[in-house]
């Protein structure tokens, strides 16, 4: 039974993670962020949550901009790399041949392998507790048509979305996804 306890719980998972991008004065970084969301759809805004001490954190704001992607449960096994290493430490694109292009509107990298890619310029920064909250104005959005149905729904036959669930574990949601009915 549901019971109050005094330790904290921050029920944010199963979720997708976003794979944040950014670069700057040569350096370029990638990293997985569990706590994102969309914030406005006209314009379109998005909000990423990163940890003041995470590496990616100097370079967003000093370039002022940012990519976020999702990946397919094929590549699920790079949001754990690029989740539990520094780029302090390595170039993770290289260590874990993780390919990119170039940002059409912001001098971001855009995974190649990502079905959703937003490039995003950095419109505000808030603090909150251990982890700043930073909003961006997507200024390109890329979708890899081919693994969505006509409705806008993702085709479970042609991609597979991986949910975080915590603990270095993760679900598959796949065509064997037992869809609820249709609510009104
Ligand atoms: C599934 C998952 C979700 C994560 N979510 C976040 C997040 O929302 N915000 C954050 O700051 N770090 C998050 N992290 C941790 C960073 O990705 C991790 O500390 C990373 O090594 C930072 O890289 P960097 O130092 O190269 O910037 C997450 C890690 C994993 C594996």
């Given at each position: 039974m549901r019971k109050p306890t005094d330790q904290p719980v921050i029920h944010s998972y199963p979720g997708m993670v976003a794979i944040v991008t950014a670069r700057w004065n040569e350096k370029q970084n990638v990293m997985a962020a569990g706590w994102h969301s969309a914030l406005s759809m006209e314009p379109p805004i998005y909000g990423i949550a990163v940890a003041k001490e995470r590496y990616i954190h100097s370079l967003i704001l000093h370039s002022g901009a940012f990519g976020v992607h999702f990946l397919p449960a094929e590549r699920s096994e790079w949001i754990q790399r690029v989740g539990r290493t520094t780029g302090r430490e390595l170039d993770k694109f290289?260590?874990?041949?993780?390919?990119?292009?170039?940002?059409?509107?912001?001098?971001?990298?855009?995974?190649?392998?990502?079905?959703?890619?937003?490039?995003?310029?950095?419109?505000?920064?808030?603090?909150?507790?251990?982890?700043?909250?930073?909003?961006?104005?997507?200024?390109?959005?890329?979708?890899?048509d081919e693994r969505f149905l006509e409705n806008g729904l993702p085709d479970f036959n042609r991609l597979e979305i991986p949910l975080y669930l915590g603990r270095s574990e993760y679900a598959v949601l796949d065509a064997t996804v037992r869809r609820k009915r249709h609510f009104w």
């Open positions: 290289s260590t874990f041949g993780i390919e990119y292009e170039n940002g059409l509107t912001v001098d971001v990298p855009i995974l190649t392998e990502a079905y959703i890619a937003y490039e995003c310029r950095l419109i505000d920064v808030r603090s909150y507790g251990d982890h700043d909250w930073f909003v961006g104005q997507i200024t390109q959005f890329y979708r890899d």
